[in-house]
T-cell receptor, first 117, second 114 residues
Framework: GENVEQHPSTLSVQEGDSAVIKCTYS??????FPWYKQELGKRPQLIID?????GEKKDQRIAVTLNKTAKHFSLHITETQPEDSAVYFC????????????????FGKGTHLIIQP | DADVTQTPRNRITKTGKRIMLECSQT?????MYWYRQDPGLGLRLIYY???????NKGEISDGYSVSRQAQAKFSLSLESAIPNQTALYFC?????????????FGPGTRLTVL
């Protein structure tokens, strides 16, 4: 089955600096790569996702890049703010865009992002 | 997201007891999932269901069973709970009609097995 590795497990950055979290996946058939943010005591929530036919996607201060050849994808957060402090999870799945099913998400183990004031 | 609810929110039980965790959704989504979260291990898929007639095992299904009673309800059972099933359990839903696999999580059930 799919295996997703995520690094680092903890990342501390100064407020205003950028943060980068990296993930690798093992199954070349995976084609959908979301990132979830989980604040303390809360449920995970999607912040951005990318399909395998796209190399990069941006949403304001957040961007995700995908390298299919190397089987890795990264989350980039610019101009970090205190509210960015949370645990971030990458994930991968084989999603059938033409209909049919997907076999659920395989998650990385998470990165605890700490924004230092 | 108030559209996905889980009951109970917290449960303490003893080894060997049967436990059922329930998930309900008003989002009208066809797909439902059960995940388990352990510190340092992320979220791991237990079971998933694409509709009431379709149930699939996930990565860590041993020791668990599920029931999809209706499109809106998906229950997770621990037939004989053991201490290493102590964890935070999340239900999630996604929409077949959307061209994405965005999953919407419930608030979680914290289960402690003594």
């Amino acid at each position: 089955g799919e295996n997703v590795e995520q690094h680092p497990s903890t990342l501390s950055v100064q407020e205003g600096d950028s943060a980068v979290i990296k993930c690798t996946y093992s199954d070349s058939a995976s084609n959908y790569f979301p990132w979830y943010k989980q604040e303390l005591g809360k449920r995970p929530q999607l912040i951005i996702d990318i399909r395998s036919n796209v190399g990069e996607k941006k949403d304001q201060r957040i961007a995700v890049t995908l390298n299919k050849t190397a089987k890795h994808f990264s989350l980039h957060i610019t101009e970090t703010q205190p509210e960015d402090s949370a645990v971030y999870f990458c994930a991968a799945s084989k999603f059938m865009y033409s209909g049919g099913g997907a076999d659920g998400l395989t998650f990385g183990k998470g990165t605890h992002l700490i924004i230092q004031p | 997201d108030a559209d996905v609810t889980q009951t109970p929110r917290n449960r303490i039980t003893k080894t060997g007891k049967r436990i059922m965790l329930e998930c309900s959704q008003t989002k009208g989504h066809d797909r439902m999932y059960w995940y388990r979260q352990d510190p340092g291990l992320g979220l791991r898929l237990i079971y998933y269901s694409f509709d009431v007639k379709d149930i699939n095992k996930g990565e860590i299904s041993d020791g668990y069973s599920v029931s999809r009673q209706a499109q809106a309800k998906f229950s997770l059972s621990l037939e004989s709970a053991i201490p290493n099933q102590t964890a935070l359990y999340f239900c999630a839903t996604s929409d077949f009609r959307q061209d994405t696999d965005t999953q919407y999580f419930g608030p979680g059930t914290r289960l402690t097995v003594l």
